[in-house]
């Protein structure tokens, strides 16, 4: 292919024009092992609104862990554990989705269009919440 000065023009525009729209990407590490403290630590608490991917990684050594993200209805709701179980009953919060079945040192990835306002982000396998495996997101304009 010749290339011309408009050519070569056109292609310096496209090649440095910013995309449209730019998804975020939030880096989340889950930790932790039976009987003791269980962590869920984000490269970021604070986000703008949009398309965001959440790149998990489970770094226990012989734990499962899974990443439950849920919008809250105000930054201080109070989420209950089923005592019986020793989990969140997810289906009285609003979930919007997961990485599930994290086996140890594996990677997962979950995309969701976010609006402003609280998110927590849990592990709800059994006894991992109570452990500490929760952490807050705040999304932004």
Do not use: W
């Not at 730019?22 to 970021?44: H, K, R």
């Not at 009953?89 to 609280?118: C, F, I, Y």
């Amino acid at each position: 292919m010749r290339f011309t000065r408009n050519n070569l023009a056109v292609l310096t525009f496209i090649c440095m024009t910013p995309p449209a729209f730019a998804a975020t990407t939030v880096n989340v590490v889950e930790s932790g092992e039976a009987g003791g403290p269980m962590t869920l630590t984000l490269d970021q608490s604070t986000i703008k609104a949009g398309e965001t991917t959440f790149m998990v990684h489970n770094d226990a050594m012989t734990e499962e862990h899974e990443m439950v993200l849920i919008k809250l209805k105000s930054p201080d709701q109070k989420i209950d554990v089923v005592a019986a179980k020793h989990r969140v009953n997810e289906k009285q919060l609003k979930s919007l989705g997961e990485v599930s079945d994290l086996k140890p040192g594996a990677d997962g990835q979950m995309k969701a269009k976010l609006t402003p306002g609280s998110y927590v982000l849990l592990c709800n396998i059994k006894g991992h919440f109570e452990a500490g495996m929760h952490t807050m997101l705040t999304v932004t304009k």
